[in-house]
């Protein structure tokens, strides 16, 4: 399960760091100071999945204009979905460097047809120990050192289907989002890519070191 749920959240994350990286990059390409540094490594290590928050959470540091002058409405929908932002963060961190986010949650007695099989698996062996999972719960309040921790409450528990449908349209809707503020707003000075010249091409490549 800890395999499954890591995995999940791994991917969650690195959409959403992906998106951030992308939009950073049109950004930047017409408002250099409003974006970090695409050609700059030390800037590009400073690009996070929060950065497109109007504050960064994280660093409490004030994260750059771009992002509010040429993506506002992409900004306003990450901000409002920052709880669940957060949520994938903190619980891909743990699962990645500490411990376990799994807290429990109820199987399924009706698996799909072939589920078992495609495991290499059969019930009346060890079906029961793969059982998919109808309710998966996350650990609430993940960094939290676990010394000290008070039980959360049922209304406190965080539903990892819950999360996983709420991605889904988040995700979606930042597609449509920002592709349209992107059109509307991103005008390159370069409309179309230019063709290197034969010469350039080979004098770049007579400087590359011999394999």
Known sequence: MDYHLTAILFNMHSAIE???FALNALGNSVYVKGFWDITNKQELRQIGATKILEADPVYHKTSKDGFKKYFPRTQKLWRSNED??????????????RETIFRGGESRNDPPRG????????YKSYGFMFLPMAETFLTTNPMEPRLGKKPSHLEDEILLEEIAYKFCYFINKTVVV????ALANI??????LRQQSVSQTASEESQQPES
């Open 84 to 97: 669940m932002l957060t949520i994938i963060r903190e619980n891909h961190d743990v699962s990645k460097h």
């Open 187 to 192: 005008k390159p000075k370069v409309k179309e």
């Open 178 to 181: 920002a592709m349209k503020e």
């Open 18 to 20: 992906c998106f951030t």
């Open 115 to 122: 589920f078992f099989e495609s495991l290499g698996v059969t």
